[in-house]
T-cell receptor
Framework: RKEVEQDPGPFNVPEGATVAFNCTYS??????FFWYRQDCRKEPKLLMS???SGNEDGRFTAQLNRASQYISLLIRDSKLSDSATYLC??????????????FGAGTQVVVTP | NAGVTQTPKFQVLKTGQSMTLQCAQD?????MYWYRQDPGMGLRLIYY???????DKGEVPNGYNVSRLNKREFSLRLESAAPSQTSVYFC???????????????FGPGTRLTVL
């Protein structure tokens, strides 16, 4: 079983609509959580960190559910420029290898006019 | 600031050839990482360096070696390339390996490697 799992999609979303998707992680001791965005054939870039209480950045809202071991990302008022692959990233600080980040395979979002 | 730079951007090798992928960052980050990305697999950590002078194996280290040349540079070497090493390789760096839970990773543009 992969440590971080995501629905690969694609999620086809009309412009202006809302889309949400989840990511599950297997290590209950995981400490920090992130959403990265990756455009086709480009490097990943941090979209937002995910805090325990949930957090919002403009049209993007991230939630963490430790009991069920998942994080979610919601995009409101989708723009064409939101089309990308969204990577869920989990860091397990309790191991000796603090520097390791676990990446999900990504969820593809396609926003259509 | 250039951020994280990688060379080369593209490379084609024959099985058994060797090569070194170069990575440099100008953000004074302590930690640096090498990942590979294959379709449907997500990024997998090959090696990382928490600080200058240290390196550790990641999830998929076999067939690779690394050198943390100084704080800025972290190279990845393929001693005898195999077709299974065909992938996109990303280098990354981060600033706070131990002080903060939320240390952002910055990625280089990637190297697209094909091994025939």
């Amino acid at each position: 079983r992969k440590e971080v799992e995501q629905d690969p999609g694609p999620f086809n979303v009309p412009e202006g609509a809302t889309v949400a998707f989840n990511c599950t992680y297997s290590n209950s001791a995981s400490q920090s959580f992130f959403w990265y965005r990756q455009d086709c054939r480009k490097e990943p870039k941090l979209l937002m960190s995910v805090y325990s209480s949930g957090n919002e950045d403009g049209r993007f809202t991230a939630q963490l559910n430790r009991a069920s071991q998942y994080i979610s990302l919601l995009i409101r008022d989708s723009k064409l420029s939101d089309s990308a692959t969204y990577l869920c990233v989990v860091n397990d600080r309790t191991t000796d290898s603090w520097g390791k980040f676990q990446f999900g395979a990504g969820t593809q979002v396609v926003v259509t006019p | 600031n250039a951020g994280v730079t990688q060379t080369p951007k593209f490379q084609v090798l024959k099985t058994g050839q060797s090569m070194t992928l170069q990575c440099a960052q100008d953000m004074n980050h302590n930690s640096m990482y090498w990942y590979r990305q294959d379709p449907g697999m997500g990024l997998r950590l090959i090696y990382y360096s928490a600080s200058e002078g240290t390196t550790d194996k990641g999830e998929v280290p076999n067939g690779y070696n690394v050198s943390r040349l100084n704080k800025r540079e972290f190279s990845l070497r393929l001693e005898s390339a195999a077709p299974s090493q065909t992938s996109v390789y990303f280098c990354a760096s981060s600033s706070k390996p131990r002080d903060s839970l939320y240390n952002e990773q910055f990625f280089g543009p990637g190297t697209r490697l094909t091994v025939l």
